[in-house]
């Protein structure tokens, strides 16, 4: 049983182009979770999906920044116009349900740097 | 606002001695707790969880965590360390009555040989 799958593991975008990291959850998983980690410092929330459902999106930032899980396909997270300060490693995570105490599943992130 | 701390950046701990990566939180009604590692350009690896039941929870690689209600702490902990065993090291709990997790800032355990 393949874990959750990350792509690409590093990319590098220039200012104003658009970062499209992709997540593929374990299998038998249909809650997606994707966080935000800045250099040296801690995990962040960003968004919470269902398939085909964005279930608690409150830790997106307003604009630029979206995210998508399909019926079929891996889930999306796309930053449009990026700037230097989305430099950051982005981590998927994947849980069978949604709620019952599960421990989430961890991808091993992409690395994202805008130059 | 519900939260988990992590009052300690680094930790560090001689090869053989017990160590202890301290945890408390701030949690309205039953706590649902975790400990995860990070080890370098990784991403997370679920160490244990407390749900309910025995306050002193076993997990992967030795590692065991107690929890504690009067002193709303978590803490990590391991008889002997080993050299690998360093890594950076959260702290979460569940919000929202979800099973997303909202982290500690981290520390970062050294372990000397």
């Known amino acids: 049983n393949a874990g959750v799958m990350q792509n690409p593991r590093h990319l590098v975008r220039r200012r104003g182009q658009e970062a499209r990291l992709r997540c593929s959850p374990m299998?038998?998983?249909?809650?997606v979770y994707w966080y935000r980690q800045l250099p040296e410092e801690g995990l962040k929330f960003m968004v919470y999906?269902?398939?085909?459902?964005?279930?608690?999106e409150s830790g997106m930032p307003k604009e630029r920044f979206s995210a998508e899980f399909p019926k079929e396909g891996p889930s999306i997270l796309r930053i449009q116009q990026v700037v230097r300060g989305d430099s950051a490693a982005y981590f998927c995570?994947?849980?069978?349900?949604?709620?019952?105490?599960?421990?989430?599943?961890f991808g091993q992130g992409t690395r994202l740097t805008v130059v | 606002a519900q939260s988990v701390a992590q009052p300690e950046d680094q930790v560090n701990v001689a090869e053989g001695n017990p160590l202890t990566v301290k945890c408390t939180y701030s949690?309205?009604?039953?706590?649902?707790l975790f400990w995860y590692v990070q080890y370098p350009n990784r991403g997370l690896q679920f160490l244990l969880k407390?749900?309910?039941?025995?306050?002193l929870v076993k997990g992967s690689y030795g590692f065991e965590a107690e929890f504690n209600k009067s002193q709303t702490s978590f803490h990590l902990k391991k008889p002997s360390a080993l050299v690998s065993d360093s890594a950076l090291y959260f702290c979460?709990?569940?919000?929202?009555?979800?099973?997303?997790?909202?982290f500690g800032a981290g520390t970062r355990l050294a372990v000397h040989p």
């Open positions: 407390y749900i309910t039941g025995d306050n």
């Open positions: 979460a709990h569940h919000s929202g009555g979800y099973n997303k997790l909202i």
């Open positions: 299998k038998g998983h249909s809650h």
């Open positions: 999906l269902q398939k085909e459902n964005i279930i608690d």
């Open positions: 995570a994947s849980s069978r349900t949604g709620t019952g105490g599960l421990e989430a599943f």
């Open positions: 949690v309205s009604g039953n706590p649902y």
